[in-house]
Nanobody, 118 residues
Framework: QVQLVESGGGLVQAGGSLKLSCLASGSIFNNRMGWYRQAPGKQREVVASISSGGTTNYADFVKGRFTISRDNAKNTVYLQMNSLKPEDTAVYYC?????????????WGQGTQVTVSS
């Protein structure tokens, strides 16, 4: 079973930036990867995805502010978050995605908490 370890979260003021990392215990090469988030009382939602070839997709609510990237050699996926808003406050998770979808493949990691103060 692949394990996922997210890190990089924290408390930041509105307008600030954070960079999240997700280290996978297995190879991410040739795999579609994604970042999700879950705010208190809400369902988990997809934030961004990146194909094995580097094609990226973003939820409308983060377009122009967040950037997903990957380093296959390090089995790590990143999420650069700029111009953060209080509504971005959530626990952020990453996962492997089934080809062509935003459906997660593996058990969720512990996530990393992002809190944006106004």
């Amino acid at each position: 079973q692949v394990q996922l370890v997210e890190s990089g979260g924290g408390l930041v003021q509105a307008g600030g930036s954070l960079k999240l990392s997700c280290l996978a215990s297995g190879s991410i090469f040739n795999n579609r990867m994604g970042w999700y988030r879950q705010a208190p009382g809400k369902q988990r939602e997809v934030v961004a995805s990146i194909s094995s070839g580097g094609t990226t997709n973003y939820a409308d609510f983060v377009k122009g502010r967040f950037t997903i990237s990957r380093d296959n050699a390090k089995n790590t996926v990143y999420l650069q978050m700029n111009s953060l808003k209080p509504e971005d406050t959530a626990v952020y998770y990453c996962n492997f995605l089934y080809y062509g979808t935003t459906v997660a493949q593996y058990r969720w990691g512990q996530g990393t908490q992002v809190t944006v103060s106004s």
